[in-house]
């Protein structure tokens, strides 16, 4: 999933990285081309899936001992390839003047992060949104269950971008779950609304469960606009791009 930046958005940005020092580095203004972009995003996020599946035929493989040995040769030479021109940090959210934004290194939406689903959420209408995905192996807390801090990662997620709809930056403040149920690895589908806003204080309600059937963990959160930050309240704001 791709987020798109209006000009507005690239406006308020710029400001707010720099207002906010060292974190809102991690917003960087990169004018590489769109369609540069876009080339690099499809590679990436082709090795990216490939990484997954590599970590699931990890977690599950029952090879013999020495063949786990040899693959293990093979990927430490992958990595070392990669490692030939590598960021200094973490990849940040990038956003370019014609209103692209990337940010391919996200725990939760990240197209380049193999530790991330990626989940691809939608947003409906300001206010509400949704995704639907499938938490396989790589996310096992309790045996054959989603793990509670994963689900408490994908909610928050969610949520806070449903905070901002991509016009204002929000943070999480206080985020209070009720695992109601087991949620089983498999298909799952997050919903996400804004219940509430006071001043820079924003309420989001959130679940998680098996599509279909009752929620597994219902999720309250106090999102924040915090003091220092630019507010973008109109309608060029970040969208999600149609390409996902
Ligand atoms: C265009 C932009 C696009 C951006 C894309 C976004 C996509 C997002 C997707 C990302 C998703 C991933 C999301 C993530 O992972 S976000 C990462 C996890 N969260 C953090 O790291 C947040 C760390 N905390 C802070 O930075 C600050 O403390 C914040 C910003 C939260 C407040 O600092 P600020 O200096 O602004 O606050 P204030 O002192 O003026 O207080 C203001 C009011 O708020 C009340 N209060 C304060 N703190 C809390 C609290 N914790 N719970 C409840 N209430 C709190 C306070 O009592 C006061 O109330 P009142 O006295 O007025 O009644």
């Given at each position: 999933m791709v987020c798109t930046a209006g000009p507005a958005a690239s406006g308020a940005l710029s400001v707010m990285r720099e207002t906010l020092g060292m974190t809102m580095e991690m917003f960087i203004h990169?004018?590489?081309?769109?369609d540069e972009v876009d080339r690099r995003e499809k590679v990436l996020s082709g090795l990216a899936d490939s990484v997954r599946d590599l970590v699931d035929a990890t977690i599950r493989s029952t090879v013999p001992d020495d063949e786990l040995a040899a693959v293990r040769a093979e990927v430490a030479a992958l990595a070392a390839r990669l490692r030939r021109q590598q960021l200094p940090g973490p990849a940040g959210v990038h956003y370019n003047s014609e209103g692209r934004s990337w940010n391919w290194g996200n725990a939760v939406v990240g197209l380049g992060n193999a530790v991330a689903p990626p989940v691809e959420i939608v947003h409906d209408a300001f206010g509400s949104a949704y995704a639907e995905m499938t938490l396989g192996a790589a996310y096992e807390g309790p045996p054959g269950m989603v793990h509670g801090g994963v689900s408490a990662l994908m909610l928050d997620q969610i949520m806070g971008e449903t905070a901002?709809?991509?016009?204002?930056?929000?943070m999480t403040g206080t985020l209070t779950l009720r695992y109601r149920r087991p949620l089983p690895?498999?298909?799952?589908r997050m919903d996400a609304r804004i219940a509430g806003e006071e001043g820079r204080k924003i309420t989001v309600e959130a679940r998680i469960g098996v599509p279909g059937e009752d929620t597994a963990v219902e999720a309250t959160g106090l999102f924040l606009i915090p003091r220092w930050a630019s507010v973008d309240e109109t309608e060029q704001g970040w969208s999600r791009s149609a390409e996902g």
């Open positions: 990169d004018e590489t081309p769109t901002s709809g991509f016009k204002r930056l929000t690895l498999g298909p799952v």
